[in-house]
């Protein structure tokens, strides 16, 4: 039997974790219907790279297809750019996603999915599948203001 007093000593020092999500009720959620909707949507925030560097945001949405938040996962060079599952996820539960929509763009102005964008988009489906935050779509967006590719449109 192992008998503790009041003045123990710890032993170990660990870091205290501390996520946090800020919401905003005084904003009206914008509601995503299509694929064309999530388009307007990024495109407002994308930023003036489009063209030069390609990068990688995801819109999270809440159970009603309301935006909950947009977020850049990161920016690359001209013809890719790393994305790691944990920050997406970590994103989307953080702030109670229910669903989120990838997106990235082509600089290149080829709308059209590479291999790896698929197998991306793949492995995402089934992590969030395990997760219960449902990958809706993945959009591929062109330097031109109004050119995109939807995976969910093509039934890929």
Not at 32 to 47: C, E, P
Not at 58 to 63: G, M, V
Request: contains cysteine; glycine residues 6%; negative net charge.
């Amino acid at each position: 039997m192992t008998i503790l007093n009041d003045s123990v000593t710890p032993r170990f020092c660990v870091a205290e974790i501390k996520v946090t999500y800020q919401e905003d009720r005084s904003i009206k959620r914008e509601r995503v219907t299509s694929s064309r909707d999530a388009f307007y949507m990024f495109r407002q925030h994308w930023t003036d790279q489009i063209n030069r560097l390609e990068e990688f945001y995801i819109l999270c949405l809440n159970r009603a297809n309301e935006v909950v938040g947009i977020y850049l996962v990161s920016t690359g060079g001209t013809a890719a750019t790393y994305v790691d599952a944990k920050v997406i996820f970590q994103v989307a539960l953080g702030c109670h996603s229910s669903s989120i929509i990838l997106a990235h763009n082509h600089p290149s102005g080829n709308m059209s999915p590479s291999a790896q964008d698929k197998e991306l988009t793949k492995k995402f489906r089934e992590i969030g599948r395990l997760l219960d935050c449902v990958v809706l779509d993945h959009l591929i967006l062109g330097p031109d203001q109004d050119r995109y590719f939807s995976f969910a449109d093509e039934g890929i």
